[in-house]
């Protein structure tokens, strides 16, 4: 595993923990020596990842669409930064660079991001790891409805066991790794 892609809020949210959750990933993920792939802003969350996994001497290229890049503030600061033209395309693109995905909070882009890749390896287009960073249960309600999925007979137990879940981004990294491998 060489990369990893994170998804996560433009904004703070509502819990400090959701930064600290974000600045454990980035420390790890840069002392790992992964490249990081997001969604090429500067704001909340996002911002916050890519300038910790900066400070801490790793490499972050983002993609973000040409109708984001005022909107969301693109990061001037990047390794590298790719300016696609469409949603589809900045998905897309963060499949083909990563190795894997993880999610931290973050609002509705996030999740649908999330919930696309999750398909897509349910569908076998690639199978590349993904999990989420549960940072004050955050993601309870979605874990809790996947396993309601899988019960009322809509989701398979071993692809609702696909997406790794934990409380911290620590352990998250390691079952990924693991998971790669």
Avoid at 44 to 54: N, P, R, S
Avoid at 164 to 172: G, Y
Wanted: proline share 4%.
């Amino acid at each position: 595993m060489t990369s990893v892609c994170v998804y996560c809020g433009s904004s703070f949210g509502a819990k400090p923990a959701y930064a600290e959750a974000t600045k454990q990933l980035a420390v790890a993920l840069a002392e790992r020596k992964l490249r990081v792939v997001y969604g090429g802003a500067s704001a909340g969350l996002m911002g916050l990842l890519a300038d910790t996994v900066l400070e801490h001497g790793g490499e972050v290229e983002g993609v973000i669409p040409r109708v984001l890049v005022d909107r969301e503030v693109a990061h001037r600061g990047l390794t590298e930064l790719h300016v696609v033209e469409s949603m589809h395309e900045r998905k897309a693109k963060m499949a083909e660079l990563s190795d894997g995905f993880i999610a931290l909070p973050g609002g509705i882009g996030t999740l649908e991001e999330l919930i696309e890749v999750y398909t897509w390896s349910y569908l076998g287009i690639h199978s590349k790891p993904l999990g989420l960073v549960n940072t004050d249960g955050y993601y309870d309600g979605l874990t809790a409805f996947l396993d309601h999925s899988v019960t009322e007979g809509f989701l398979r137990p071993q692809t609702r066991a696909s997406l790794l879940v934990a409380p911290d981004p620590a352990t998250l990294l390691g079952e990924l790794v693991r998971a790669r491998t």
